[in-house]
């Protein structure tokens, strides 16, 4: 069994930052890609920020800049920061990963952390 673990959420004033972590466990053979999303109240999820095995990474527009992925491969865990945090950033955040297990492959995702952006 695979489990996605994100924490490091919570409130924040504005222009601040955050850390985001996930951290992937069990059974698991390879992970390949992972990322983060976020929705927000009334919005669709949505995909920001993705990095491979091999470190390439992709961002979305709206945290292009502001947001930055990163992973430790050792520890199947995936990083998020962010900064210049602005109350629009306010949402739900999930990770995802793209994982083999001894026996299977498919996408995982963790079960959300609440980023909120206030002052």
């Known amino acids: 069994q695979v489990q996605l673990v994100e924490s490091g959420g919570g409130l924040v004033q504005p222009g601040g930052s955050l850390r985001l972590s996930c951290a992937a466990s069990?059974?698991?053979?390879?992970?390949?890609?992972m990322g983060w999303y976020r929705q927000a109240p009334g919005k669709q999820r949505e995909k920001l920020a993705v990095?491979?095995?091999?470190?390439?990474?992709d961002y979305a527009d709206s945290v292009k800049g502001r947001f930055t992925i990163s992973r430790d491969n050792a520890k199947n865990t995936v990083y998020l920061q962010m900064s210049g945090l602005k109350a629009e950033d306010t949402a739900v955040y999930y990770c995802?990963?793209?994982?083999?297990?001894?026996?299977?492959?498919?996408?995982?995702w963790g079960q959300g952390t609440q980023v909120t952006v206030s002052s």
């Open positions: 990095i491979t095995n091999g470190k390439s990474t």
């Open positions: 995802n990963a793209r994982l083999s297990t001894y026996n299977s492959m498919g996408v995982y």
């Open positions: 069990g059974s698991i053979f390879m992970v390949y890609d």
